[in-house]
């Protein structure tokens, strides 16, 4: 079988293997000589980080001179946001990988980024929902408000998960206001709920309810109390909406998976993890303060699922040691270099244009310098 092949007419082998060495050294300088590029809103990720870290440093401290030993077994990293197994105050279940996966301080930077991309400017009005379960998350989502300069109309639920914010004596309430008697935030929850089953606190005792009281009134925090889920839902909806007034909420930012705010277990699963620009696809929605604001086109970042979270931005799944600010390509990612690469493109269209001419003028010369019966060239090459 005779082969088949094409290259172009009357250029040597030589010229073609010249284009193709030039065409290769380009490749390999550009693949071998990466750079390292910081990220849109570095210096405001960056600083979200550092402040989220201090106020976790804060609140660590708090909580050690209120006589709270951290277990070395549970929180290997010493974070002091990593809470106990079931006290009066508990909630639900909850996993201890994922709270210790909360606990980088970077997220603070992740949350900057899905805010930027929402296009929130400063000075805008932002709705948020947290629980005490997250408490490390709630900390990045106020260091990522303080930071950017946004107005927040926060509604909390005070009960906690397992290994939340579930001490009796210091809960998410007090922590917050931790955070802003020490000048890091200058805002805190405008009304609270007590959480958990269907934001009612069913199943917690009734000293367990006494002790979420106690932390509203003792940190002047309004009660919302619902009387339903529907009517948690309703009411955080309309406090929303009476505290932002006439400036328009341009975000809804959910951390945790607090039962009004996500909609139940199922709710929680229907929005993907981080920004969500538009309503989910689907039937049977469940009834949530991120649906009714989705439906309103309101971007919605919801805080949850924290392990596609950290897979998305790079970030280690339950470290056992203090994570480093800064660490994450939502910081610094490497990249090509793109004026590598223009110069490696033009010197391959050089070395064409060079070679190609070259050679093709060496093959006229010789073939007139044959007509005119004169000794041909030697090749030049």
Do not use: C
Request: hydrophobic share 45%; net charge positive.
């Amino acid at each position: 079988m005779k082969k088949v092949y094409w290259r172009p007419p009357n250029v040597s082998r030589t010229a073609l293997a010249l284009v193709t060495v030039v065409a290769l050294v380009a490749h390999l300088a550009v693949e071998l000589m990466p750079v390292r590029r910081k990220q849109r809103y570095y210096r405001e990720k960056i600083t979200a980080a550092r402040l989220a870290r201090d106020a976790m440093n804060a609140i660590k401290a708090e909580r050690l001179s209120r006589g709270h030993k951290i277990d070395p077994e549970v929180d290997p990293a010493s974070t002091g946001m990593i809470g106990k197994s079931v006290t009066e105050v508990t909630s639900n279940t909850g996993y201890l990988t994922a709270k210790l996966t909360s606990t980088n301080p970077n997220f603070a930077a992740a949350t900057v980024d899905m805010l930027e991309r929402a296009g929130i400017a400063r000075g805008e009005v932002v709705a948020v929902g947290v629980s005490g379960s997250f408490p490390a998350l709630n900390v990045s989502t106020y260091a990522a408000i303080q930071v950017l300069g946004l107005v927040p109309i926060i509604i909390a639920s005070i009960s906690s998960s397992e290994w939340g914010a579930n001490l009796n004596d210091y809960l998410w309430l007090d922590m917050e206001q931790t955070m802003r008697a020490q000048g890091m935030v200058s805002f805190s929850s405008h009304a609270a709920s007590y959480g958990g089953i269907d934001d009612l606190g069913i199943g917690i005792t009734k000293n367990g309810r006494a002790l979420l009281d106690a932390a509203r009134m003792r940190n002047k925090v309004s009660d919302l109390s619902p009387t339903s889920l529907a009517d948690a839902i309703d009411k955080r909806m309309a406090l929303y909406e009476e505290l932002a007034g006439d400036r328009a909420i341009k975000a809804y930012i959910n951390v945790g998976g607090g039962s009004a705010s996500v909609g139940t277990h199922v709710g929680k699963k229907q929005f993907k993890p981080g920004l969500n620009r538009s309503l989910p696809m689907g039937v049977g929605m469940a009834d949530s303060v991120m649906l009714r604001f989705s439906k309103r086109d309101v971007p919605v970042i919801h805080l949850s699922r924290v392990k596609l979270l950290a897979q998305r931005y790079r970030m280690p799944y339950a470290p056992k040691q203090l994570v480093r600010i800064g660490q994450g390509e939502m910081f610094v990612k490497t990249e090509y270099n793109r004026w590598l690469a223009l110069i490696g493109l033009i010197a391959i269209f050089t070395a064409m244009f060079a070679f190609l001419r070259w050679n093709i003028g060496s093959r006229l010369l010789t073939t007139a310098r044959a007509r005119e019966g004169a000794k041909p060239l030697e090749p030049m090459v």
